[in-house]
C-alpha cells in the first residue's frame, strides 16, 4: 500500500510556472505506475500526464503538450509535475495516483490510490 500527499500548488498569472509534488510514504514506489490528474469546476477527472516505473515512458494529454513535464525519482520516493506557460483553464485540482503496476495509463480506473489534491489556480 502507499499514501500519497500532494504539494506545489497555488495561484498563479497566466504564463507562469508551478512545479507540483507527489510524495510517496511505503516501500517499493518504483514498482507503482503514476499519474497526474485534474479536476475542473464543474468537469470530470481527466488525466494530464502518465509516467511509468522507471520514468521511461511518459504521455500527456494533448492540451499540456509541450507545456508541462512529468517526473520522478525513485530514490526519494517522488513525482513531479513541472507546469510551464499556465493557462486559466489549466485551473483545476490536481491529483496524484498509483497503480502497483510497471506500466501506467490515462484512464482513472486503472489507479488503485489518490492524494488528497491540491488547488491550482491560474489568473488572467
Known amino acids: 500500500q502507499v499514501q500519497l500527499v500532494e504539494s506545489g500548488g497555488g495561484l498563479v498569472q497566466a504564463g507562469g510556472s508551478l512545479r507540483l509534488s507527489c510524495a510517496a510514504s511505503?516501500?517499493?514506489?518504483?514498482?507503482?505506475?503514476m499519474a497526474w490528474f485534474r479536476r475542473a469546476p464543474g468537469k470530470e477527472r481527466e488525466v494530464v500526464a502518465h509516467i511509468n516505473w522507471s520514468g521511461g515512458i511518459t504521455n500527456y494529454t494533448d492540451s499540456v503538450k509541450g507545456r508541462f513535464t512529468i517526473s520522478r525519482d525513485n530514490a526519494k520516493n517522488m513525482m513531479y509535475l513541472q507546469m510551464n506557460i499556465l493557462k486559466p483553464e489549466d485551473t483545476a485540482v490536481y491529483y496524484c495516483a498509483a497503480r502497483p503496476d510497471h506500466y501506467s495509463d490515462n484512464d482513472v480506473s486503472w489507479y488503485d490510490y489518490w492524494g488528497q489534491g491540491t488547488q491550482v489556480t491560474v489568473s488572467s
Open positions: 511505503g516501500r517499493a514506489f518504483d514498482y507503482y505506475a
